[in-house]
């Protein structure tokens, strides 16, 4: 079971060999669901400003990018337009920033507060990811109590519950 603990030289996070193969595996998904970053092809676009924005179809997507503005159809175009590849790119980041730390099991990985809020950033993109695909709700324990291990829900309720742990693990540690 992982261990996050905060020491003397920062925050120290220790995976097993299954949470390590675990936390790559969503980082990766995380970036493949993101995409590449667009390439800058034209003037707005290497400033970071979408020529089309649009809420995505996906629901995934739609949760990591909510409209800013339910009511107002036009001023969440409009905001998403500057402020959603620069989001992208922020997500992009953080996953690659916990999938560049993750070492070999039992070996620590170290981070600064700098970075532990990455890693916690990356994590709740995923957590987000996660439960928005299985409709997570507050009552979510009780179902997954219920289901059957055999179900094939019941691994992504298991690592969706780890990433809530390993992340309150690090808030803690933090502050």
Same mark, same amino acid.
Do not use: I, Y
């Given at each position: 079971?992982?261990?996050?603990?905060r020491t003397g030289q920062g925050i120290r996070v220790?995976?097993? =060999?299954e949470e390590i193969a675990l936390t790559?595996?969503?980082m990766e998904q995380m970036l493949a669901?993101?995409?590449d970053a667009p390439g800058a092809d034209g003037d707005l676009a290497s400033i970071g400003i979408a $020529?089309? =924005?649009a809420k995505p179809d996906d629901p995934v997507l739609a949760r990591l990018f909510p409209d800013a503005y339910e009511d107002d159809g036009e001023a969440a175009g409009e905001f998403r337009r500057y402020t959603e590849m620069g989001?992208?790119?922020g997500k992009r980041e953080a996953a690659k920033e916990v999938l560049g730390s993750l070492? $070999?099991?039992r070996q620590d990985i170290l981070l600064d507060d700098e970075r532990a809020q990455i890693w916690l950033r990356a994590l709740n993109d995923v957590r987000l990811a996660l439960g928005t695909r299985l409709d997570i709700t507050e009552e979510w324990y009780e179902e997954a109590a219920t289901l059957d291990p055999r179900d094939p829900r019941a691994p992504l309720f298991a690592a969706y519950d780890w990433l809530t742990m390993l992340? $309150?693990?690090?808030?803690r540690a933090l502050w």
């Open positions: 079971m992982s261990h996050v603990k220790r995976l097993e =060999a790559r595996a969503l669901l993101l995409g $020529e089309n =924005a989001l992208r790119d070492g $070999e099991p992340q $309150e693990s690090l808030v």
